[in-house]
């Protein structure tokens, strides 16, 4: 996807957010007829029983029939793949769910020539061409790819509109030298190469985060539905937004460098999504440690481990091999002891056999790198002593 800042004028806004008030209801009414369906009962009307009912409706609504039908139709298009990819057996994805106003607030257009068009109108100043809402202008910060097809015009809840231009980009070229690079993911460090390399992904600053906090305060004291609320949660949105455009252009401009300078990636086969599941049970078996499990999740999800895999697999594919993570961070990288006392501290690794000390998470990268992951402690066959003595021979951490 290529995005671009969209900067519609009032009257132009108004009627975008007409498209995906029409998109968004004729989305969820796709999704309340197949919901009642269940086995015994005859099929759910497909696309072309959906838009003899959509036809219908916009000749017995007038506000429905004001907005665009070929929005409303796009939408009903869009939700056929997405419950053929929810049966898929062989991919089988998320079942399409209701969108909420000011949350999923979005419409897509297709058939660039006929429907859509779009052209560069100065140096940083594009136009593409809405339904009913004429030419509208966009930030030209790169050229649109003339091979798009279609667009998806998105409001955040900060308030920003963007449009997307459909094209899926060529993978970035293998660099030829036979290197391999491993990295673990942290939190500390949200990604540590075996080559030495720490990398830590953008946050909000320390002036950020408090007014964050101040601004939650402020919400939790806000009536529901007052303006003034409104106002809090628009300026929350505004930082989250923030924070989530640094941690996609960090993941973007690492996942290219890494895919330019190795010829194989090997990662840890994380299950991000398990992994960042609530602790806090049920009524009738609470967990415990939830607000520190909490944290941790918040920390993990704001590492972008996920993000940064999956572009990593988009740009370099067939080059990402996934390692199994057992004891990898307690396996020292220069002898092979597997031992759990030689992870001192989140940042310290210092071998109880060997004596050799440096970056926890280098350490457990170079192990990812060489492909080394067991999974039971001596799994790789090979039994090696434990030396509880501490070591005299310190290497600078």
Not at 40 to 66: I, K, V
């Amino acid at each position: 996807m290529s995005r671009y800042r969209l900067n519609p004028t009032p009257a132009q806004e108004a009627v975008l957010r007409d498209h995906c008030g029409h998109a968004r209801y004729t989305w969820n009414l796709a999704v309340e007829q197949h919901s009642h369906w269940h086995p015994g009962r005859t099929d759910a009307p497909g696309y072309l029983e959906q838009g003899r009912q959509l036809t219908a409706a916009r000749a017995e609504h007038p506000w429905l029939a004001a907005g665009s039908q070929t929005v409303q139709q796009q939408a009903l298009r869009d939700f056929t793949p997405a419950m053929a990819a929810f049966y898929d057996p062989a991919n089988p994805a998320r079942r399409p769910s209701w969108r909420k106003a000011g949350r999923n607030e979005g419409f897509r257009i297709v058939g660039r020539g006929r429907q859509w068009d779009a052209r560069r109108v100065s140096r940083h100043v594009g136009q593409v061409w809405v339904p009913k809402a004429g030419w509208v202008r966009f930030r030209w910060s790169r050229t649109v790819p003339p091979d798009a097809k279609s667009y998806r015009v998105t409001k955040d809840r900060a308030g920003r509109w963007h449009v997307a231009f459909a094209v899926i980009p060529g993978p970035v070229p293998a660099p030829g030298n036979g290197q391999v690079v491993g990295i673990d993911r942290g939190v500390a460090v949200s990604a540590a190469l075996s080559t030495g390399q720490l990398l830590h992904c953008p946050a909000l600053t320390a002036p950020e985060r408090a007014r964050l906090r101040r601004l939650q305060r402020k919400l939790a004291h806000a009536t529901r539905g007052s303006n003034r609320r409104g106002r809090v949660k628009h300026a929350i949105a505004r930082l989250k937004a923030r924070e989530t455009d640094r941690r996609k252009d960090w993941a973007e401009k690492t996942s290219t460098g890494i895919a330019r300078r190795f010829d194989v990636i090997r990662v840890e086969d994380l299950k991000v999504k398990n992994m960042t599941r609530s602790a806090k049970g049920s009524r009738e078996s609470p967990g415990r440690g939830v607000r520190q499990k909490a944290g941790l999740n918040r920390g993990i999800l704001a590492s972008g481990w996920g993000l940064l895999v999956r572009r990593l697999e988009e740009k370099a594919p067939g080059r990402v091999e996934k390692i199994k993570p057992h004891y990898t961070s307690q396996r020292c990288s220069a002898c092979g002891q597997e031992d759990r006392d030689s992870r001192e501290s989140q940042a310290v690794f210092r071998c109880t056999a060997c004596g050799f000390a440096g970056h926890a998470e280098v350490n457990a990268a170079i192990n990812i790198a060489a492909g080394h992951a067991v999974t039971a402690r001596g799994g790789d066959g090979v039994t090696r002593p434990v030396n509880r003595e501490p070591h005299l021979l310190l290497q600078s951490v």
